[in-house]
């Protein structure tokens, strides 16, 4: 059980260039979230989903896309990074449930990105 | 517009003495708060979670209190171990149409001297 996993751990972008995170969780967890960590703010939500084929903008969604074809599976796109977009990504998961102590949020380890 | 705030950046505590970290919140619909806590080059884990029904949590050594009235929330630990020098970040949600969705503090660094 491998819990909440992010691919890659590192990258280094040249402005104008795409990529995509990809986040896998092996919970079947219904909801998964994408967030960025950048110093003194905390972490704020880009996009999240609350199911397979589903997607909704976060705090702060503008220049990432995403995509959840699977239930296990949560990408983040960037189409054309930007130095703003240097940040520390994590994506995270949790299961959809009545009960709040469910809320809880299973974090992956992360992704630094750097855009030069 | 920050609705979770972490007014201190860092804490140092002695080990074996309590440590207390303090969060305040300005969006009166959060009815639930969760605490993480993050190692550097790791994610957040939670630790620790109360709900606006409540005014106070226990587990272990980790104690969350809830004033609704100030919209004041603190973790205590005790007693603190080099082993909880981490980044502590509270988090809030509300029910409904946002429900599952986090907004987070920016964070507070706790450092436990042994």
């Known amino acids: 059980n491998a819990g909440v996993t992010q691919t890659p751990k590192f990258r280094v972008l040249k402005t104008g260039q795409s990529m995509t995170l990809l986040c896998a969780q092996d919970?079947?967890?219904?909801?998964m979230y994408w967030y960025r960590q950048d110093p003194g703010m905390g972490l704020r939500l880009i996009h999240y989903?609350?199911?397979?084929?589903?997607?909704a903008k976060g705090e702060v969604p503008d220049g990432y896309n995403v995509s959840r074809l699977k239930k296990q599976n949560f990408l983040l796109g960037l189409e054309s990074a930007a130095p703003s977009q240097t940040s520390v990504y994590f994506c995270?998961?949790?299961?959809?449930?009545?009960?709040?102590?469910?809320?809880?949020?299973?974090f992956g380890p992360g992704t630094r990105l750097t855009v030069l | 517009d920050q609705q979770v705030k972490q007014n201190s950046p860092s804490l140092s505590v002695q080990e074996g003495r309590i440590s207390i970290l303090n969060c305040d919140y300005t969006?009166?619909?959060?009815?639930?708060f969760l605490w993480y806590k993050k190692y550097p080059a790791e994610g957040p884990t939670f630790l620790i979670s109360?709900?606006?029904?409540?005014d106070k949590n226990e587990d272990g050594r980790f104690t969350v209190f809830l004033n609704k009235s100030a919209k004041h929330l603190s973790l205590h630990i005790v007693p603190s171990q080099p082993g909880d020098s981490a980044v502590y970040f509270c988090?809030?949600?509300?029910?409904?149409?946002?429900?599952?969705?986090?907004?987070f503090g920016q964070g507070t660094i706790l450092t436990v001297h042994p």
């Open positions: 109360i709900s606006s029904i409540k």
């Open positions: 995270a998961s949790s299961y959809s449930s009545r009960d709040r102590r469910l809320d809880t949020q299973y």
């Open positions: 919970m079947n967890h219904e909801y």
């Open positions: 969006n009166s619909m959060f009815d639930y």
């Open positions: 988090a809030a949600s509300e029910g409904g149409t946002s429900y599952g969705k986090l907004t």
């Open positions: 989903s609350v199911g397979e084929g589903t997607t």
